[in-house]
């Protein structure tokens, strides 16, 4: 038939999109990394979900918003640590990044349909950057109690290679299905590796953290953080995004906006001026 499914099992128990060899990423496809998701390992790596020159060009973009200290803090790690936010106000690549057809095949089974941006950051973990607690992702890390939805999912772009020695991503799989808070300094049995190009995407209660980087270079990705519709995001994605963006959102990006969704009502008697954009 031509259909090619390049979806396998890696030796650590996560499954594995293979975007490079041309997966068709059909609706077969997109049901195995959903159940992935809810009830199976909690994490899907798609491999190649974008060029490496593109996540070259994004993180030349990252290092410029850096370099201008607009929209830029540090992080939660220390001084070795920043996060870069309001991606979305400097258009493409970051805009065409959070829309990859792929996020929305593999998420709407998962999310819903009409699922929504909660955050789209940048993590720039510099030389001697100590590893981070174990944690889960908002807004479970605001609960608790869990509800039984899936109610986010995240995923990582990766900009750079990741590597056990760059503080790559380190997580415990099927560990979302305990439902539960981990301790801090919990190990955690799985370091993921990726090159440049490549996507993470995993049920926000799954445990995670960022490794330690030993190394003498940066390790940059991109944060998308995915909310079922009727979650509050972690950001305002109405007044934080810019009106040329708004005006300029395609489809898709309207989705994630939320820009259609005629609440909160912020004036009830013009109830119908509530929709953004």
Avoid at 123 to 133: A, E, I, K, M, S
Avoid at 202 to 212: A, E, I, T, V, Y
Avoid at 228 to 240: L, N, T
Wanted: charged share 20%; with cysteine.
């Amino acid at each position: 038939s031509g259909v090619l499914h390049f979806v396998t099992r890696h030796r650590a128990g996560f499954l594995e999109v293979d975007v490079r060899r041309g997966c068709c990423f059909c609706d077969t496809c997109a049901a195995m990394v959903a159940n992935e998701l809810i009830s199976g390992s909690g994490l899907t790596v798609f491999r190649g979900a974008f060029s490496a020159e593109v996540a070259a060009r994004a993180r030349e973009e990252v290092r410029a918003i850096k370099e201008a200290a607009r929209q830029t803090r540090v992080g939660e790690l220390g001084p070795n640590h920043s996060r870069v936010w309001s991606l979305l106000n400097h258009g493409a690549p970051f805009t065409m990044l959070v829309t990859l057809p792929l996020i929305f095949k593999a998420l709407s089974p998962v999310l819903g349909d009409d699922f929504a941006l909660g955050s789209f950051s940048a993590n720039d973990l510099g030389p001697g950057c100590p590893r981070g607690p174990a944690h889960v992702d908002y807004p479970y890390s605001t609960l608790n109690s869990f509800p039984s939805d899936v109610l986010a999912c995240q995923a990582v772009f990766c900009l750079d290679a990741f590597t056990e020695a760059n503080g790559g991503t380190q997580v415990e799989l099927h560990s979302h299905k305990a439902r539960s808070h981990p301790d801090r300094e919990k190990p955690l049995g799985t370091v993921l590796s990726g090159d440049p190009g490549d996507l993470i995407i995993f049920n926000s209660l799954l445990h995670h953290r960022s490794g330690r980087n030993v190394t003498k270079q940066r390790r940059v990705a991109l944060l998308g953080q995915f909310l079922a519709k009727y979650v509050r995001p972690m950001e305002d994605q109405v007044a934080g995004v810019s009106a040329e963006v708004r005006r300029g959102a395609d489809k898709a990006l309207r989705q994630l906006l939320a820009l259609d969704y005629p609440f909160p009502i912020l004036h009830p008697a013009h109830a119908s001026s509530s929709v953004h954009g």
